[in-house]
T-cell receptor
Framework: GEDVEQSLFLSVREGDSSVINCTYT??????LYWYKQEPGAGLQLLTY?????DMKQDQRLTVLLNKKDKHLSLRIADTQTGDSAIYFC??????????????FGKGTKLSVKP | GAVVSQHPSWVICKSGTSVKIECRSL??????MFWYRQFPKQSLMLMAT?????????EQGVEKDKFLINHASLTLSTLTVTSAHPEDSSFYIC????????????FGSGTQLSVL
């Protein structure tokens, strides 16, 4: 079945870049997403990339997609303490299907040290 | 961005009782709402999809008589866990979308259910 894998923890120093990696198995993925979950808050959509793109940049966030290797990464430049959160990678399956039918990874807990 | 409010944030109940969780879209009309469950250290798993005014579509392995979903209006969906048991203890989270949000999902803050 479909599976999304990501490492569980990442620790960086304030000001450094953070790179969170994700691998997925379903080659028919249409969109791939990064969500952020802060303590006590709902999931917040950070960014997404369509499967025919290689890269997307949005301010401090850079998403890289290697479709051949089914590898997705999220780079956060100049990481701040406010970036400390759990980051979920997710893929949506199939065209025209429910956008809610997302397959999520288990989340990467990013800890930013001052 | 659009706001989805989920209530309660946490609930503790006795085994055998029923628990209702509400999910409201505050500033948009949600034609579609989704319910997820997350066990500790596990991924979010889609339980069901509900469209306003019609019956929910449940994912394989999710008991529809156990997890009752009602989406009676464009701003409210409810999930009722009937005759809850300790194995139902989990984190439940809803999301909503519509043409107003360009079908983007907006999530509630989740409900931690603990069944004693």
């Amino acid at each position: 079945g479909e599976d999304v894998e990501q490492s569980l923890f990442l620790s960086v120093r304030e000001g450094d870049s953070s790179v969170i990696n994700c691998t997925y198995t379903d080659s028919s993925s249409t969109y791939l997403y990064w969500y952020k979950q802060e303590p006590g808050a709902g999931l917040q959509l950070l960014t997404y990339i369509f499967s025919n793109m290689d890269m997307k940049q949005d301010q401090r966030l850079t998403v890289l997609l290697n479709k051949k290797d089914k590898h997705l990464s999220l780079r956060i430049a100049d990481t701040q303490t406010g970036d400390s959160a759990i980051y979920f990678c997710a893929e949506s399956i199939g065209y025209g299907g429910s956008q809610g039918n997302l397959i999520f990874g288990k989340g990467t807990k990013l800890s930013v040290k001052p | 961005g659009a706001v989805v409010s989920q209530h309660p944030s946490w609930v503790i109940c006795k085994s055998g009782t029923s628990v209702k969780i509400e999910c409201r879209s505050l500033d948009f009309q949600a034609t579609t709402m989704f319910w997820y469950r997350q066990f500790p250290k596990q991924s979010l798993m889609l339980m069901a999809t509900s469209n306003e005014g019609s019956k929910a579509t449940y994912e394989q392995g999710v008991e529809k008589d156990k997890f009752l979903i009602n989406h009676a209006s464009l701003t409210l969906s409810t999930l009722t866990v009937t005759s809850a048991h300790p194995e139902d203890s989990s984190f439940y989270i809803c999301s909503a979308s519509s043409a107003e949000t360009n079908e983007k999902l907006f999530f509630g803050s989740g409900t931690q259910l603990s069944v004693l």
